[in-house]
Structure formats: structure tokens, C-alpha cells
């Protein structure tokens, strides 16, 4: 029977603290190994101990499908309805901060293709509208990552890196001679609004995300912390550009 040590233990988690700790079949952990996931806080679990549930598919007795608690490490053998899935079978309550991010991230996709319809139908500024799609796309990107638990590229939103989105942002009045910090106005009209509306909830999303992934444990995160921010200094810029009339037809 092979021994777990503390230090293999190290070097398979990679710094991570995990909820849940699967002891594989015909492993055992050592005294050491025990102590480091004991301070850690976390739950042991041993593979050749638990009990799975089985049923019968096509004949043949399988493996029913299970979910687990992604807080508790407890197993379900069905959904509960007020539960849902974070990643693969892993499950969380609805209100879960992740959940509610991916909620507001729906929202502000809805939102930006709702904002794309009302142009469309009264403008039809074609490169506003592009610009839209890209905006659109990142955020898709953003939840994917999230969803996925990835990191996210370096990107180029509006084919500016990140030194120009900068810039730009804080010094409208050098490229759009726009003065800085101009409040929104109902007399700028709607689209300045609704640009307006689409940076706010960026912001509000950026917000979630901080609050809602732990940047230590998931490396991942502060990728999509980043490209949010960059992603509201963009929208920053469209609404500088729009009052420049850098979208005119």
C-alpha cells in the first residue's frame, strides 16, 4: 500500500487549499501528510471507503451519478432545487457568490445586446455596434474563465493594449479633446446613456468578482478582476468617443 507524504502532498496541490481531500485506493496518507491537511482545515476523504449509490442502466449495475457540496464536501444523489452547479457536479447554493456574479455578468450581456437592438432600429452607427460586439465578446470570455476556472489572455479590446486603454481613459481631452470626468447629462441622449449604463454595470460586476473569487486559492481570478477594469476604462472611451462624434455615420 502506497504512502501519501506530506511533501507529495505539497507538490500535488501546488499551494491550493481544497475543501476536499480524495484519498485514492490502496493509498494511505502519512503522520505528516495528515497534520499539514488537519491545519489546513481540510475534510479526508478515502475513495475505498465510500459508499456509492448504483443503479441499474441497460442491464448492467452502474455508478449512479452523484453531486457534491462545494462547501461541505457532502454527496447527493440528486440535485436539489435550491442548489446548482459551480463546476463539473460540484454544487452550491443559488445565492452563492459566484452564482450571483455569473448572474450579473447575464445581465450585462442582456443588457449590451438590448442596448445593440435600440441603435440598430434608430441609428444603425455600424462601428458603434462593432464596437458592442467586442465588448459582448469579452465579457463572454470573462464568463467562460470563470465558469471553466481559467486564466484569462492578455487581450486587446478595440485593438488598444492596455498602456493606450489607459491613457486614453484618463486623458480624453489629449485624443477626443473631451474635458475629463464629464458627468452623463440626459441632454447627451440616449446612447451616451446607455453606453454609460453598460460601464456602470461593469463596474458593479468587477465588484462581484473580487468579492467573489478567492484570489489565493484561484489564480485564475484576478485575470478576470483585471479585464473587468480594463473593460470599464474601455466603455469610458466609447463614451468619450461617441461625444467626439467619432461614431457618426
Excluded at 499551494?15 to 502519512?30: A, F, N, T
Excluded at 455508478?63 to 462545494?70: A, G, I, L, N, W
Excluded at 461541505?72 to 452563492?96: R, W
Amino acid at each position: 500500500m502506497k504512502i501519501i507524504t506530506e511533501m507529495f502532498l505539497r507538490d500535488e496541490l501546488k499551494g491550493k487549499i481544497p475543501e476536499v481531500y480524495y484519498v485514492p485506493d490502496q493509498k494511505i496518507l502519512s503522520p505528516a501528510a495528515k497534520e499539514y491537511l488537519s491545519q489546513n482545515k481540510i475534510k479526508v476523504v478515502y475513495k475505498d471507503k465510500e459508499e456509492v449509490p448504483r443503479e441499474e442502466v441497460h442491464g448492467k449495475i452502474e455508478p449512479r451519478k452523484t453531486y457534491e457540496d462545494y462547501e461541505t464536501g457532502a454527496v447527493y444523489t440528486e440535485k436539489p432545487e435550491a442548489m446548482t452547479q459551480i463546476i463539473d457536479n460540484t454544487l452550491v447554493y443559488k445565492n452563492h457568490p459566484r452564482i450571483v456574479f455569473r448572474g450579473k455578468m447575464d445581465s450585462l450581456q442582456a443588457f449590451i445586446i438590448a442596448t445593440q437592438a435600440e441603435i440598430y432600429s434608430k441609428d444603425s452607427l455600424s462601428s458603434l455596434l462593432n464596437d458592442l460586439d467586442e465588448v459582448l465578446s469579452v465579457s463572454r470570455s470573462i464568463l467562460r474563465a470563470e465558469v471553466l476556472e481559467e486564466v484569462m489572455p492578455d487581450i486587446e479590446i478595440l485593438g488598444l493594449t492596455a498602456h493606450e486603454v489607459r491613457e486614453r481613459s484618463h486623458h480624453p481631452e489629449n485624443f477626443f479633446h473631451i474635458k475629463p470626468m464629464t458627468l452623463p447629462h440626459y441632454k447627451m441622449g440616449l446612447i451616451y446613456v446607455r453606453l454609460n449604463q453598460i460601464r456602470t454595470m461593469v463596474r458593479e460586476a468587477e465588484v462581484l468578482a473580487v468579492e467573489a473569487i478567492d484570489m489565493k486559492r484561484e489564480p485564475w481570478g484576478a485575470h478576470i478582476v483585471l479585464t473587468l477594469n480594463r473593460l470599464s476604462s474601455v466603455m469610458h472611451i466609447m463614451m468619450c468617443m461617441y461625444l467626439a462624434n467619432k461614431y457618426s455615420k
